[in-house]
Structures are given as structure tokens and as C-alpha cells.
């Protein structure tokens, strides 16, 4: 057998007569050890948790020489991510650095008054009164998704989530730019975007030795390359913009007349170009990786595909699912709830503190790293019965969740700005490509959950699909 310095862990998987563990790192039984939380850490950061860290609990380890208080009780995540939101609200050094010359002072790495100026204006333009026009783009663009799906031959195996990040890229750069970005502009940003993201390293050493704001990264050229790719384009649309030209309604369009009305925001060109690029990265990725693993679950449980076809048909009979439907979707809304619970897109949070604190039993030093881990909490044995299988029936009948034991979005004033859109975006592409399709995982394929920086199938997800007999 072959040396590894680093051996994962096993993954759990079971399906049964109408149940499904849904697949998971077994978690460990002893704390890794250094070298296996830094190895650990760089193949996953989801496989590295023992046992105890699967029930709600403040507890508090040591890496090299950073004390991580680890943070998973609903009462203790209100007090750090509400109560004091203000002294908690930084991101951790090594995302800052990572993202830094992607969104510059852009609303996802920004702290303290720049945030709180640009806060208000991003959660307005993506805000849940705007989701049903915008809804019309998720509609068109997903049907026209769907006609590239249906000319696919049957056995044509491709990767499902980069499919999905095709589909919310699209989505996401309609709203932002308006529909006459051009294809090639499209293409230049979702393949500079997707290009930095292959670049970004997670682990800043500096930042574990001690110094509280990381070590500067070397970005590399082809980082740099990729992130002028990016901003090349957002400023060309912004000048357009500013120059009275530009689609009316989009996102970029809506900034711009902020800007316009509010002055003393001080928006200058950089700074829209920021918020649009931050409004792209964390408005496709995170819906893609919801997509992709709602189609896994639902091939491993096909009573509840089944259930969900039902209902789309009670509801839209044979016409396609719209933005309208989205509340009368009860079933596919609690799918999409319920895969957010078993696959939080971002499952870690950290949070360095501004100040020194106290958490529970644990003294919080100034610039210490506080971790909230949806991943953990969402799958806490005192808080969900069952907590690994796959049941969306948790999310329906008026079920009442506990909001700070269920936080796929984060929650406190830093919760995510897109929510609304997010939410509603995913039921609906899922209803949509559900009702036309089966998507099917290649038999004997078992998923292994990975955390870069959202969570992936480690090796893709390889899938084919079947158009439906559509009722006459
Ligand atoms: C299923 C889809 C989504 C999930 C699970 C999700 C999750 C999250 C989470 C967990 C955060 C907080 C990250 C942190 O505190 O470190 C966040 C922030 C954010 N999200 Fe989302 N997101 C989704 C979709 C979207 C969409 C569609 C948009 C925009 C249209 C968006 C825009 C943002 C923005 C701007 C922030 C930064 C908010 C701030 O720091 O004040 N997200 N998201």
C-alpha cells in the first residue's frame, strides 16, 4: 500500500427502506495532532472534528500557536454573532488576505465603518422586494439551461457542480450587468473568477505563528491576471453607467443611482466595482454547491424526488415552475432548507476578535480567532434528532427551528445579504430542472463532503440526465 501523510477520514453513507444517512467524514475519535490538524486542515476543514465537537459545546484547542475557541451552542453563537456583534463582526486574517485583491474594501471582508456604510446600500439592491423581478432572469435563464440539457445525449456523463456554477454564474451576471453584457465579457469574468478561486490558499502560517493580521500573500500572476480580468469588465460596465448608458433595473444600475442620490457614500468607480464583484462570488458559488448536492440527495432518496414531482405537478400542472410558485413549493422549499442543513455552503465562520473576551468558560484574547461551524452545529446530536439523515420534513408543518442553531446564511446584522435571492433561487432552478429532468449519479459514485472555501464533492460529482416524459 501506498505511504500518505495524510489518510482522510472514512466517509459514512447508508440507504435504506425510506431513509438515507446522507454521506459525511466519520468524525475523529482523538484530536489529530498537529501535523494532522495542518494536513487535515489543507485536504478539508471539515474532517479534522472529534466526536465532542458534534453536540453543543464552547471548547477551545490549540493550533501551533493560536488558542481557536470553538463555539457551537445557540446561546453562545447569539452572544458572538449579535450581542457583540461589534467586537466579532472582523473576518479571519487569512480570508481577508486571500479575497483582498478580488474585492478590495467589498462588503464581504469589510469591518467596521466602511461596512456599516456599504451594508444598507448591498442589502437594498439584492433585497427580498426586488427577488420577483429578478426572479423573471432565474426563470429565462434556467429554461434556457434546460434546452442546452435536453440536446445532451443520454449517456453523457459530465461534472454537476461545475454545470451548477455555469447556471447561477449566469443568473448572477444577468442581475448585476443587465443582458447585454455580450458573451465574451460574460465569459471573461465567471473564467477570471473561477481562475483566482482555483488560486486561493486558505491557511495563512503567519496568522497561526502569531502575528494577528497573517503575512502578506504573494498573489502570483496568474491571480493578478485573473482578478484584472475581472475588474476590467465590472468598471467598463460602471463607466457606462456613469456615462447614462447601461440596462435600467440592474444591479449595477441600481448602485450607480445610489450613488448618484447619496454623495456623501463617497462611491467613487472602485468602489461600485467592489460591490458588484462581491455581489458575483457570493451570489453563484453558494447556490451552485446547494444545487448539486439537493440533486444528490434526492437521486440517493427517490421517494422524496418522487414526492417532489408530485407536488410541482399539483402546483404547476404541466406549465414550468415560476417565482410565483415558490411559497405553494412547500416540499422543495423544505429540500433546499434541509440540504442547507446537511451541506452548508460555507460550513466554517471565523471571526477574529477586535478585543479580548470572554465566550462561555473561555477567555477570547485580542486578535484570538472565534469559530462558528455550521457544519457542526447544524449536525449536533442534542439539537436534531437524527442529525445525518436526510429528512426535509424537519422544515415543514410550521416546524419551528431555532435560529441560531440553524444558520446556513450566518445570522446577526453580518447574515448573508443575498438570503432572499439565494433562497429563491435555488427552490426555483431545482422545481424547474427537477420537473424536466432526472438526474441521475453514476452508479456506484459515493460522495466524500470537502471544505475548501464552500463545500464540494471531492472529486465532482459525475452525473448524467434523463429527460421526463412530460404529461400531455
Ligand atoms: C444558498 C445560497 C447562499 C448561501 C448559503 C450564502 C451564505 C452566506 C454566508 C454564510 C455569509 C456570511 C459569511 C461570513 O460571515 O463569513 C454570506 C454573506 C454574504 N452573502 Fe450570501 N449566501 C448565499 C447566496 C447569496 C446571494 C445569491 C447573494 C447575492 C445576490 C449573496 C450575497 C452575500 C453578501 C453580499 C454577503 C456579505 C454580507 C456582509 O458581510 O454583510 N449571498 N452568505
Redesign the pocket.
Known amino acids: 500500500m501506498a505511504f500518505r501523510l495524510y489518510e482522510p477520514a472514512r466517509v459514512i453513507e447508508e440507504q435504506g427502506d425510506g431513509y438515507l444517512v446522507a454521506p459525511h467524514p466519520q468524525p475523529l475519535k482523538d484530536p489529530p495532532g498537529i501535523l494532522g490538524s495542518i494536513l487535515g486542515s489543507r485536504y478539508s476543514l471539515i474532517g479534522t472534528w472529534t466526536e465532542d465537537c458534534y453536540e453543543s459545546c464552547v471548547t477551545a484547542f490549540d493550533l501551533m500557536r493560536r488558542e481557536v475557541v470553538l463555539v457551537n451552542t445557540p446561546e453562545h453563537i447569539k452572544y458572538v454573532m449579535v450581542t457583540r456583534h461589534q467586537n466579532f463582526e472582523r ?1 479571519s486574517p487569512q ?1 481577508r488576505r486571500a479575497l483582498e485583491v478580488l474585492l478590495g474594501d467589498g ?2 471582508i ?1 469591518e467596521g465603518e466602511t ?1 456599516k456604510r456599504r ?1 444598507p446600500l ?2 437594498d439592491i ?1 433585497h427580498k422586494n426586488r427577488v420577483p423581478v429578478f426572479g423573471r432572469t432565474m426563470e429565462e435563464v434556467t429554461l434556457s439551461f434546460a434546452q442546452g440539457w435536453a440536446a445532451k445525449p443520454q449517456d453523457e456523463e459530465f461534472e454537476l457542480t461545475a454545470a451548477m456554477a455555469e447556471l447561477t454564474a449566469e443568473i ?1 451576471s444577468r ?1 448585476i450587468f443587465g443582458h447585454d453584457l455580450g458573451a465574451d465579457a460574460a465569459r471573461q469574468v465567471i473564467d477570471g473568477f473561477s481562475t483566482y478561486q482555483k488560486h486561493i490558499d486558505n491557511f495563512n502560517l503567519g496568522y497561526w505563528l502569531g502575528w494577528d493580521e497573517g503575512w502578506p500573500i504573494p498573489h502570483g500572476p496568474v491571480k493578478n491576471r485573473a482578478a484584472k480580468m475581472v475588474h476590467d469588465v465590472i468598471e467598463k460596465v460602471v463607466n457606462t453607467h456613469l456615462a447614462g448608458g447601461g440596462e435600467e433595473g440592474s444591479m449595477l444600475d441600481l448602485l450607480v443611482k445610489r450613488r448618484q442620490r447619496n454623495p456623501e457614500l463617497g462611491l467613487d468607480v472602485e468602489a461600485l466595482r467592489n460591490e458588484a464583484a ?2 458575483f462570488m ?3 458559488e ?2 451552485a454547491a ?1 444545487l448539486m448536492w439537493a440533486f444528490y440527495l434526492i437521486d440517493r432518496a427517490p421517494w422524496i424526488e418522487k414526492a417532489m414531482l408530485e407536488e410541482i405537478a399539483r402546483v404547476c400542472g404541466d406549465r414550468n415552475p415560476t417565482i410565483d410558485d415558490i411559497d405553494a413549493l412547500e416540499l422543495c422549499k423544505a429540500v433546499i432548507s434541509e440540504t ?1 442543513r446537511l451541506y ?3 460550513p466554517l ?2 471571526r477574529q476578535a477586535r478585543e479580548a473576551d470572554r465566550v462561555g468558560d473561555y477567555e477570547v484574547k485580542k486578535g484570538g480567532m472565534v469559530m462558528i461551524a ?1 457544519w457542526l452545529i447544524h449536525r449536533a446530536h442534542d439539537l436534531w434528532d437524527d442529525p445525518n439523515h436526510f429528512r426535509p420534513e424537519r422544515f415543514m408543518n410550521g416546524a419551528r427551528i431555532n435560529p441560531f442553531a440553524y ?4 445570522v446577526g ?7 432572499n ?3 429563491s ?2 427552490i426555483l432552478c431545482l422545481a424547474i430542472l427537477v420537473q424536466k429532468f432526472k438526474v441521475k449519479v453514476r452508479p456506484g459514485y459515493r460522495a466524500e463532503p470537502v471544505c475548501r472555501l464552500t463545500l464540494r464533492a471531492a472529486d465532482g460529482m459525475p452525473v448524467t440526465v434523463e429527460p421526463r416524459a412530460r404529461a400531455a
Open positions: 473576518k480570508m462588503l464581504f469589510s461596512w451594508r448591498v442589502a439584492v448572477i442581475t462581491t455581489i457570493a451570489g453563484h453558494t447556490t446547494t442547507l452548508p455552503p460555507v465562520l471565523p455550521p444558520i446556513p446564511f450566518a446584522p453580518r447574515v448573508c445579504a443575498g438570503l435571492f439565494g433562497q433561487e435555488a
